[in-house]
């Protein structure tokens, strides 16, 4: 069972009630119900529902997909931490998820780390924007090929 993984305790307030519980319930579906909720069309990013290769019906479904499905629909993996500092590590434990709040409590980002340890997506939720160029959630994908791989 997934322990110590639902400590969304966020004394900031600035999430709202309704997104934690919704996100708290996540963390207790299997899965096997993300799957099936994600084909039926509730959940997913244009990529997942415009790939329509019958990928979700069909019966095997590896757990790689499950990684991709939670990291685009932005949801927490099942093996997720929560961290509170400046910044998140580019290298972690493999196939999780990490949130990283500010000392305000403040949820400023979720990364994704892949099968390798190696970061793969982040999710800005806050952070410098003085010439207001930037818009929040916003995704950084991570490219380990590239000299400076966050995208
Ligand atoms: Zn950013």
Do not use: C
Request: aromatic letters at 10%.
């Amino acid at each position: 069972m997934v322990t110590g993984t639902s400590a969304y305790k966020n004394s900031a307030g600035k999430s709202d009630w309704a997104r934690e519980q919704l996100l708290s319930a996540y963390q207790d579906w299997t899965d096997a119900e993300v799957l099936e909720i994600a084909a039926s069309g509730m959940i997913g990013g244009e990529s997942e529902r415009s790939a329509g290769r019958g990928r979700y019906s069909s019966k095997g479904i590896s757990s790689s997909d499950v990684f991709e499905l939670r990291r685009g629909s932005g949801e927490p993996y099942q093996n997720h931490k929560i961290v509170t500092g400046r910044n998140l590590n580019p290298k972690g434990e493999p196939n999780t998820s990490v949130d990283l709040y500010n000392k305000d409590g403040v949820l400023t980002q979720r990364r994704y780390y892949g099968s390798d340890g190696r970061a793969q997506l982040d999710i800005d939720y806050d952070h410098s924007n003085a010439d207001g160029t930037h818009t929040f959630p916003h995704r950084h994908e991570w490219d380990w090929t590239q000299k400076k791989p966050r995208q």
